[in-house]
């Protein structure tokens, strides 16, 4: 049982690229979330899913897209990067009706 | 908009104190407490949560400490030990949601 994983751990990008990070989580988990993390402050949500085909906002949606074709995938898409995204991002899964967020160990990322 | 505020910003104590860390909210629609810890380069694990019907819970050396009145939440370690040197998140659940609001974090340092 690997939990949740994150690819890749570490990644450089130019100003304009676009990459996608991987998230995969086999726990069997409908509830999925991307976060990131700037230093010194908390986690903030990006985006979220309820399950396979059901996605939503979270609170700095800006810059990311998802998408979640199937249980076990949350990718996050970032078009035309910008130094403003340059952070540590973390994914995280949930069972249906318990509440602990079990987090992947994170996708380093530097825009330059 | 909601928040989380935790402090200290950072806590470095000697083996064997017991760190406290402080987190107030300004919503009282918030319906779950949890504790994050995290080390570098790692994910943020659930540590302990508690919910606002209940005004502490221990598990093992960890308390949560909770006012409803005061919409405050602490988290103590008892006899604490080198190996709790890390990152310490709190966060609130607003209530109906599966969004989480965290805090900025504590890094705690605990010296031999």
């Known amino acids: 049982n690997a939990g949740v994983t994150q690819t890749p751990k570490f990644r450089i990008l130019k100003i304009g690229q676009s990459m996608t990070l991987q998230c995969a989580q086999d726990m069997n988990h409908n509830y999925m979330y991307w976060y990131r993390q700037d230093p010194g402050m908390g986690l903030k949500l990006i985006y979220y899913s309820v399950g396979a085909g059901i996605t939503d906002k979270g609170e700095v949606p800006n810059g990311y897209n998802v998408s979640r074709s199937t249980t076990e995938d949350f990718p996050l898409r970032l078009e035309l990067a910008a130094p403003s995204q340059t952070s540590v991002y973390f994914c995280a899964s949930s069972p249906d009706l318990t509440d602990t967020q079990y987090f992947g160990p994170g996708t380093r990322l530097t825009v330059l | 908009q909601q928040q989380v505020k935790q402090s200290p910003q950072s806590l470095i104590v000697q083996k064997g104190g017991i760190p406290i860390i402080n987190c107030a909210y300004e919503n009282t629609a918030f319906d779950y407490f949890p504790w994050y810890q995290q080390f570098p380069g790692k994910g943020p694990a659930l540590l302990i949560a508690i919910r606002p019907d209940v005004s502490e819970k221990k598990e093992g050396r960890f308390t949560i400490s909770f006012n409803k009145s005061a919409k405050q939440f602490s988290l103590h370690i008892m006899d604490s030990q080198p190996g709790d040197s890390a990152t310490y998140f709190c966060?609130?659940?607003?209530?109906?949601?599966?969004?989480?609001?965290f805090g900025t974090g504590t890094r705690l340092k605990v010296l031999a």
């Open positions: 966060a609130a659940r607003p209530s109906g949601t599966y969004k989480y609001i």
